[in-house]
């Protein structure tokens, strides 16, 4: 059975820094994509930043230069940095890992999400 758990969410001020862990269980983790996304109050689910098992990434155009998604094969961890965090960065953040190696077909499992509140 596959498991996701996110950790590292938080209260942070507006140009803070926030660094989020997933750790994962249940899957042969090296050949799984992984991504973030986020869900603000009242909108929809989006991408924040994802990552193949080749080490390729992809980022939101609004977190660009801002983000980094990164992996830890060894530890079965995808991590997201965040930093000059904005009010705007508020949402809940979901770990997520598909079967494949590449995001661009969707994600397979999820985790149950962590919070994050920028405070302007």
């Known amino acids: 059975q596959v498991q996701l758990v996110e950790s590292g969410g938080g209260l942070v001020q507006a140009g803070g820094s926030l660094r989020l862990s997933c750790k994962t269980s249940?899957?042969?983790?090296?050949?799984?994509?992984m991504g973030w996304y986020r869900q603000a109050p009242g909108k929809q689910r989006e991408l924040v930043a994802a990552?193949?098992?080749?080490?390729?990434?992809n980022y939101a155009d609004s977190v660009k230069g801002r983000f980094t998604i990164s992996r830890d094969n060894a530890e079965n961890t995808v991590y997201l940095q965040m930093n000059s965090l904005k009010p705007e960065d508020t949402a809940v953040y979901y770990c997520a890992l598909a079967r494949r190696s590449t995001w661009i077909f969707g994600m397979d499992y999820w985790g149950k999400g962590t919070l994050v509140t920028v405070s302007s």
């Open positions: 990552i193949s098992s080749a080490g390729n990434t």
């Open positions: 249940g899957s042969i983790f090296s050949i799984n994509a």
